[in-house]
T-cell receptor, first 113, second 112 residues
Framework: NAGVTQTPKFQVLKTGQSMTLQCAQD?????MYWYRQDPGMGLRLIYYSASEGTTDKGEVPNGYNVSRLNKREFSLRLESAAPSQTSVYFCASSDYPNNEKLFFGSGTQLSVL | QQQVKQSPQSLIVQKGGISIINCAYENTAFDYFPWYQQFPGKGPALLIAIRPDVSEKKEGRFTISFNKSAKQFSLHIMDSQPGDSATYFC???????????FGSGTKLNVKP
């Protein structure tokens, strides 16, 4: 089982460029999440999708959009990248109704110059 | 404002020693407290978790101690091994677990 797969693993953008981070899970989980990880800040929730067709804001949603394409896929879009969005991005999924355990992908390291 | 405060930021322990990482929270509505372990280049993975109706939970060499009145919880790693070297995150959640609030992380280095 692949679990949670994120692409790309690394990306360098220039300020103002746009890009989409892709995430797919093969565990038939209902809930999916996007987190960002910054030194000294831990992981902060950007957006989540409790089920197919729904999305909600997390702690730090500004500058991001998401799409729950189907039950497997949850993408994160940066419309106009800023240096403050340089971070490591993690996608995660969990299994409704027992959402206690998050399954994380291996991350996307994004640098915005 | 960070909902969960974690300390220390880094920790060096000799092989066979006890590693202790502490976390504190303010929101009394939190009712689930997991610890995640992260190795370099990997995503975090659930290590152990506790609910506030118990004061301690043990799984192998890993123990969570929970103090509800003080709003604090800690991870103890007994007989620490070099393979335990990783970054550890505490977290807290409430209700339907859609939002987890993570601590800032502790980088543990276990010396052989």
């Amino acid at each position: 089982n692949a679990g949670v797969t994120q692409t790309p693993k690394f990306q360098v953008l220039k300020t103002g460029q746009s890009m989409t981070l892709q995430c797919a899970q093969d565990m038939n989980h209902n809930s999916m999440y996007w987190y960002r990880q910054d030194p000294g800040m831990g992981l902060r929730l950007i957006y989540y999708s409790a089920s197919e067709g729904t999305t909600d804001k997390g702690e730090v949603p500004n500058g991001y959009n998401v799409s729950r394409l189907n039950k497997r896929e949850f993408s994160l879009r940066l419309e106009s990248a800023a240096p403050s969005q340089t971070s490591v991005y993690f996608c995660a999924s969990s299994d409704y109704p027992n959402n206690e355990k998050l399954f994380f992908g291996s991350g996307t390291q994004l640098s915005v110059l | 404002q960070q909902q969960v405060k974690q300390s220390p930021q880094s920790l060096i322990v000799q092989k066979g020693g006890i590693s202790i990482i502490n976390c504190a929270y303010e929101n009394t509505a939190f009712d689930y407290f997991p610890w995640y372990q992260q190795f370099p280049g990997k995503g975090p993975a659930l290590l152990i978790a506790i609910r506030p109706d118990v004061s301690e939970k043990k799984e192998g060499r890993f123990t969570i101690s929970f103090n509800k009145s003080a709003k604090q919880f800690s991870l103890h790693i007994m007989d620490s091994q070099p393979g335990d070297s990783a970054t550890y995150f505490c977290a807290a959640s409430k209700d339907n677990f859609n939002k987890f609030y993570f601590g800032s992380g502790t980088k543990l280095n276990v010396k052989p």
